[in-house]
């Protein structure tokens, strides 16, 4: 009963803390209209706004972050821990955006940990750090047929070596297209 209650407290958080990051970027300040031919040319088709650009080629400053933060695809964990970083949350509110307004869009995440702790233990890690990245997907808009979970543990790691540097790349969640 406890843990449920945990759960749902945690949840309840989580959801008051996307409607007041909702809130906050619904500002009534006025949107600057920024010429970005760079970011417009590599940019895919599918927008994380649900708005097109008037087709001018111009992008709104918020377009821009948007497409920032969909090319960013690695998120970093701490030692033994499987929550996000927090300064990562925004990034992955756009990700989320993005699933929530291209239903045909389909994304893997692929769970990974560094070398330390037993294979099944890595195993499981890599999962519940996947797992918590989709949870906060389908929280901020995403539907749950959209996304492939997979765990890897220490079997695909980013650098080869044991040292800390080697540790910190490897606990990680990739985002994979796919």
Do not use: W
């Amino acid at each position: 009963m406890g843990n449920q209650y945990n759960q749902f407290l945690k949840i309840s958080l989580l959801v008051i803390s996307v409607v007041t990051l909702a809130a906050c970027s619904s500002t009534s300040e006025p949107e600057e209209v920024i010429e970005d031919n760079q970011a417009a040319s590599s940019s895919s088709s599918n927008s994380a706004s649900p708005s097109a650009s008037s087709g001018s080629g111009q992008l709104t400053q918020e377009e821009i972050r948007a497409q920032n933060a969909l090319r960013e695809t690695v998120f970093y964990f701490d030692f033994d821990v499987a929550e996000f970083k927090p300064a990562d949350r925004d990034t992955l509110t756009y990700h989320a955006r993005d699933l929530a307004a291209n239903p045909g869009k389909r994304v893997r995440l692929e769970g990974h940990a560094d070398e330390r702790g037993t294979r099944e233990y890595n195993l499981a890690l890599g999962e519940r750090r996947a797992n918590g990245i989709m949870n906060y997907f389908i929280v901020n808009g995403a539907s749950r047929s959209q996304i492939e979970v997979v765990s890897y543990g220490e079997e695909q790691p980013a650098q080869n070596s044991s040292s800390e540097q080697a540790y910190t790349q490897n606990r990680r969640v990739e985002v994979v297209n796919r």
